[in-house]
């Protein structure tokens, strides 16, 4: 059992290191939702988040509170009012939040006190600082409807939270804001974390919550043909929004979306749906490849795009030191300029740095990846996952099941991104006709 425990470990560590890399001292801005911690999930998710932190990433917990004051309301025999999908804070629904943000900072507090010998928090040493970092203001009257004491993030104290940051503590808001008078205002822990991630300029902004993501085909029932989409352009993102009804519930496919685009277009670079009801959701999202829940992501279209005819030359500079070195199957200009719609590109200020092509084979729902090229200047930045998630794109777009690519040098890259390896024998008739068997390339297979 040791031996196959070390066998797995080792592999799995060093897979996870470059994402310990890449992440440490960037600012990411959770937000819990009251759900989460109602259903018990407190106690595993502050153990990832100092597991997170102890990695040396920066975060903000924003906690939602929706069902707590939903709780104390009821026991006072009032009843939770909403429009327009924001709470209506009269003065009862106030005392009730006041008393549920006091006791869940308690509780989160102690959750990250706790140092048992033997369990993921023995040693570690996080502190948690709240204060007053936001300033609010009233969200007043809509369609008629005083909203009351319920309010919007005016202004963020963002000076004040990056020193707490940098002093090396966790930073805990609760969805409250004061008035320049003293005023006290409910607030939306979406709109709050929002607010934080943007002012901040934050790295990520993450929700944890009661809804498992987006999924492929939002309107469907969820399903092995309908899963969570992992990663979804900001522009697909806007398009989805613009079809849907205004959100008004938390499970509204809307609900979460809405903020999550708001902060991509605002300069968070990716936002993210993940289910608090999946243990280690957190650490699935953020230190696997292919995550768990949905992440929307800021790709400027200047970067990644559909190549045209002006990008030939572009194409042909990229792929020739690999095809002398035996890397890529020769293509002259004539077979490119036939097949450019094919290929997808990135290009930073004019300058083409990587390529991709799909040829579609309908008969047999499944095409080829072909021509795959990384600049060797941005090697190892992310550019070839880029390339390969928007042929994926591409391929569900056209309604096929899989792609595949041939390969005789970059085996192993394809096989840690969820390729298998198939026989020749696999592929369509019309590319089996082509196939070379003097080169001898291996077939690797992804299922969309």
Known sequence: MSAVFNFTFVPWFRSVAPYIHKFRNQTFVIGLTGEGIAAGKLHNIAQDLALIQAMGVKIVLVHGFRPQVNEQLAAKGHEAKYSHGIRIT????????????????????????????????????????SGNFLTARPVGIMDGVDFQHSGLVRKVDVAGIQRTLDMGA???LSPFGFSPTGEAFNLSMEEV?????????????????????????????????????????LAAAQALLATLPTAQQPTDT????????????????????????????????????????????????????????????????????????????????????????????????GVIFGCAALYPYPEAKTA??????????SQGTGDGEKLLKRIEQRARAAGLDSIFVLTTRTMHWFIKRGFQPADPDWLPEARKRKYNWDRRSQVLVKKL
């Not at 929700?207 to 399903?223: A, D, N, Q, Y």
């Not at 080829?368 to 200047?377: H, K, L, Y």
């Open 254 to 349: 809307g609900f979460y979306l809405q903020h999550c685009v708001k902060a991509c277009k605002a300069g968070v670079e990716r936002s993210h749906i993940l289910p608090f009801a999946v243990d280690g959701s957190l650490l699935l999202e953020v230190y696997v490849h292919d995550g768990i829940g949905t992440m929307v992501i800021d790709e400027k279209l200047e970067e990644l795009r559909e190549a045209t005819i002006d990008d030939v030359g572009g194409i042909l500079q990229l792929i020739e030191p690999f095809e002398k070195d035996g890397t890529l199957v020769k293509r002259d200009r004539t077979e490119i300029e036939r097949d450019i719609s094919a290929y997808t590109i990135i290009d930073h200020d």
């Open 368 to 377: 080829e990846m072909a021509a795959v090229t990384v600049s060797p200047q």
């Open 170 to 172: 966790m930073v805990l």
């Open 193 to 233: 974390a929002t607010s934080v991630a943007i002012e901040l300029r934050a790295d990520k902004l993450i929700f944890l919550t009661e809804v498992p993501g987006i999924r492929m085909l939002p309107g469907e029932p969820e399903g092995e043909d309908n899963p969570i989409d992992t990663e979804l352009p």
């Open 90 to 129: 009269d003065s009862v629904a106030l005392d009730c939040a006041q008393e549920a943000a006091g006791q869940l900072r308690y509780e989160i507090e102690a959750a990250f006190s706790q140092g048992l010998p033997n369990t993921p928090m023995a040693g570690a040493t996080v502190r948690v600082i």
